[in-house]
């Protein structure tokens, strides 16, 4: 394990520019922060504890990393990977809201492995309100793959509606995962077919919105546009009216 204060390798760097970080030395970090959230308080480790996990330098840690955030952000991409590199195709058939459930399903399966640390990281957040805005917007960017391998759509508002209101189902399935006993998910799957019930309703409506303002939005953008181009007409105008004026006077 090296020293937090540099090795041989970081020192080599001199005042050039920092080298780019290697998959293991990333994969090294994040799998440390991960041993530590699973035994310690999250909000108490630092980036030198992780380093010390991990058996980099600080300077490997910055090459790799700015933040305690990224690398967990680099967590949730490793489990993004793992479900959409395992995709079943024996659901392509089913209505929308079957697809989405067993692509989350799957999403609690590739969580397994790393439970006492993610459910660590959530208590951690629920307390930090910075923390878990940061948080949610890597789920965010999650759940927008989610929606893609169910071949949802997720462009647009309604579609910005239905990510982060599926990262707000996914958080209270997370938390009833909780009460369940270690490679169980009767709880947390029970909550994510009730969540999606509810926010199937909800999309619903949203979208009978969304059909229904389209047409006065339309009409709304091109009478803006015409008022615009009305404006820019006039000021040339104006600007043409200035330039005779000031060709008359010379």
């Known amino acids: 394990m090296t020293s937090g204060r540099g090795t041989a390798s970081g020192e080599g760097h001199g005042g050039g520019s920092p080298r780019a970080p290697g998959a293991g030395t990333r994969e090294a970090i994040v799998d440390a922060l991960l041993r530590l959230a699973a035994r310690r308080d999250f909000g108490e480790t630092t980036i030198s504890d992780i380093a010390r996990e991990a058996g980099v330098s ?74 878990s805005t940061a948080i949610n917007r890597e789920i965010v960017n999650s759940m927008r793959f989610m929606l893609e391998a169910a071949d949802i759509d997720s462009e647009g508002p309604v579609g910005a509606l239905k990510l982060q209101g599926l990262a707000h189902a996914w ?66 105008r104006h600007h043409e009216a200035d330039d005779d004026h000031h060709h008359a006077s010379a």
Do not use: C
């Open 171 to 236: 958080k209270r399935v997370l938390e009833a995962w909780r009460e369940d006993r270690s490679g169980e998910h009767f709880r947390a799957l029970s909550t994510l077919d009730r969540e999606l019930s509810r926010g199937e309703k909800f999309v619903d409506r949203a979208e009978d919105i969304a059909r229904m303002t389209e047409p006065f939005f339309s009409l709304a953008h091109r009478l803006f546009d015409g008022v615009r181009g009305r404006s820019g007409r006039s000021s040339q």
């Open 58 to 131: 600080l300077a490997d840690f910055r090459d790799a990393f700015p933040s305690k955030g990224a690398v967990l952000g680099a967590f949730l991409r490793r489990i993004d990977r793992s479900v959409l590199d395992n995709l079943s195709h024996a659901y392509d058939d089913e209505p929308s809201r079957e697809r989405l459930y067993h692509v989350l399903s799957h999403r609690l399966d590739a969580l397994e492995p790393y439970r006492d640390a993610v459910l660590n990281i959530v208590e951690w957040a629920a307390k930090d309100p910075l923390a």
